[in-house]
């Protein structure tokens, strides 16, 4: 018999892992002891790992969270909307295209309740505020996050607060409507300072980052080591090569890592995979901050087509994973993504922009002719569907195509074979 | 150690079971000995039950359809998408809205590859192609079996010709192009018809019906079988007492009733659940046929907000599946499906319409006194992500809404509490 209960001990500082603090309060504004303006120190949450049996990875790797709940913070049962046990989808036509030998894992994380990966975050986020008694949820996200956050607080019964930009997809502002969310829209420049003001009125927990460097919610990124022990029962008890993460601030790349170092900690893995970073090159924080060899960085620069992981920040948590897992920070150009899409609906698998971040880099990087240890898995993050601009709606919706016209090229390319 | 084979002997006629016929050619058009012009008999799948063992059913009930090989059609392993291993999520509000004692269990089949129930069937049908040569497949759809069967497609490198009606949603047309289908739209009254000159043209495999009454792929609907076995496992070996399924032509329908009757004959469970279908009232031709006695039903009708199911014609297939599961063909109003969507959002799922009929269905049948056996599982069929009109897409992102007003808001409720 498992048990049900969470192992969890403390929030640990980041900034120096010799400070250990209660689980309650969460701290959302980072390590108080280490962070100061120049750097900003996340938490994470620490385990008592003895009490915790390496029988928990025995079992199948199943939807619902709360399964895993030795390794993860206080959970709310209830609340769990049978996130996660996520397919994993082999292929060798992808596995071709970025010049690998052996065949590509594709864990897709749009086939959780809300399509994205952000429900294994979010379970934990809203356990947490459901937990320590906040009246609601926060969140400035114009996408994925806040779908997400919205969706657990509408289980927990909690009112949320969502803070999104005019000119996000339409897709998240009528998936908002209907669960009823308090939506606001305001200019880009106004929405930090519009979650700081609801946060201080309300007392609601926030879901989003309130620090420069990102430092975020600490219970968070905890949900995603589930990808890394749902990778090692899907591949057989086996621990692949390299996974390659879509990175924005971190957290799932951070998560990951988290994951399989704890399987090692249990003597369950015996090495932990090179957990690779993929951001758009037009930006790349982490990547700047590893090639500086500095803790996180700032950047500038124009937008992506990966709007979701585009960030100008970087997290020290991000920096953390990556040099603790052997891991390297990739980036990649736009037209490499817009390619990644289109083989990955060659596979009938349809991403958002962000989604195909992690083939785009790997392609590129074997161009560059490094290597890459295999097998590897890319973690694709959410559906096509919310990647919909209203223009593309309406233009598309005026292609018109004879029946005649049809009928004669399929003849046509069926007489050349 | 299980076989991987299909136990599959042949196409059994259900106008005169004593008639099976090969797997090979497949009867697109219905039983070729006991259709006429006054009613078309579908065929299914039959096995050689004796070759399966009961073990299959002691497996966890995770993604890939080919781990039940042995109860389905020949399948193509590699052409997988990790469909199936869908999560079940409890209930009580919804259970309450409803009138039941007990929280009813949500099967959310939008966990699927492309977001819907539809992968279920489309693997089995693409497989099938692949089995036996088809160059391509052909299907007349708006929405969700369109997009499936065209990602099947895809992954299997066949060509898929997809036939739409002008105003289909704009998420499906989007993702279509994304698929690089062969998507043509015409005027409704056109769709049939040009389907036909397809079929004929090219040798392509329809994945849509070519008769009056529905008939249908007879591979197809096994693939639904699977949900019975995944709920089986899900509910620690029980059989429910009521599955309420969102009814249209009734493949979904007559293949989860199949599975659990697969399961007595196997020994296995004990009993089948009682298996409801739920169709728009404004249609609703398999409740006609019910009610008449009769084998099949066409009706007239407006159309309804769940449009996926809103048919004119049913299927014997889907009167053999109630008649032999104690079942009952109930129906819902369209105000009705418009509240059981925003219950489902209270919990944080968004269905497309046509994926909250069973809720709808049941609540109006406790509200008129009738029993339900308990527990109740309602399947859950799509995203609600592929329900946005374009004309809803321009108008939510007008909506406007002042900081100030929502904090004065949240305030005034707090104090109240």
């Not at 030795?70 to 609340?79: T, Y």
């Not at 233009?395 to 090229?409: E, K, W």
Request: with cysteine; glycine share 10%.
């Amino acid at each position: 018999m498992l048990t049900n209960a969470s192992a969890a001990v403390g929030q640990r500082s980041l900034g120096d892992p010799s400070l250990l603090f209660p689980l309650d309060p969460p701290l959302l504004s980072g390590c108080p002891r280490t962070s100061g303006p120049e750097m900003q120190y996340p938490l994470e949450i620490d385990y008592d790992y003895g009490k915790v049996s390496a029988k928990l990875f025995a079992q199948p790797p199943l939807p619902g969270l709360q399964r895993w709940a030795p390794l993860l913070p206080p959970l709310a049962a209830h609340l769990s909307l049978g996130e996660g046990g996520t397919a994993l989808v082999g292929s060798k036509r992808i596995a071709d295209w970025i010049g690998l030998a052996k065949p590509i894992w594709l864990k897709d994380e749009s086939r959780n309740p809300t399509w994205s990966h952000k429900d294994r975050l979010n379970y934990c986020i809203v356990s947490t505020a459901v937990a320590t008694g906040a009246p609601g949820i926060a969140v400035a996200s114009t996408g994925n996050h806040g779908a997400s956050a919205a969706a657990y607080a509408r289980r927990a019964g909690l009112r949320c607060v969502v803070i999104s930009t005019v000119g996000a997809q339409p897709a998240f502002e009528h998936f908002q409507t209907r669960l009823g969310s308090d939506f606001l829209l305001v200019p880009p420049e106004e929405r930090w300072p519009a979650l700081c003001r609801i946060i201080e009125s309300t007392g609601f927990m926030p879901a989003s980052n309130l620090t420069r460097f990102h430092t975020g919610n600490p219970f968070g990124p905890e949900g995603y080591k589930t990808i890394a022990y749902e990778l090692f029962a899907q591949l057989g008890n086996c621990v692949p090569g390299t996974v390659v993460v879509p990175t924005g601030y971190g957290e799932l790349l951070f998560g990951i890592a988290k994951g399989f170092q704890e399987m090692v900690k249990l003597g369950v893995a015996d090495r932990v995979p090179q957990v690779v970073s993929a951001e758009p090159g037009v930006r790349a924080p982490l990547a700047h901050a590893m090639a500086r060899n500095v803790a996180a960085a700032e950047v500038s620069g124009p937008g992506s087509l990966a709007a979701g992981i585009a960030c100008t920040v970087s997290s020290y948590r991000a920096a953390v994973a990556l040099r603790t897992s052997n891991g390297r920070a990739l980036t990649f150009g736009e037209s490499t993504l817009g390619e990644a899409v289109a083989e990955l609906a060659g596979e009938g698998l349809w991403q958002e922009y962000s989604g195909a971040a992690g083939l785009a880099a790997l392609r590129e990087a074997r161009r560059r002719g490094e290597e890459v240890e295999e097998p590897v898995v890319a973690v694709l993050t959410s559906t096509g569907l919310k990647d919909i601009p209203a223009t593309a709606i309406v233009s598309s919706s005026r292609v018109r195509r004879s029946l005649d016209d049809l009928i004669a090229s399929l003849k046509h390319e069926r007489g050349r074979q």
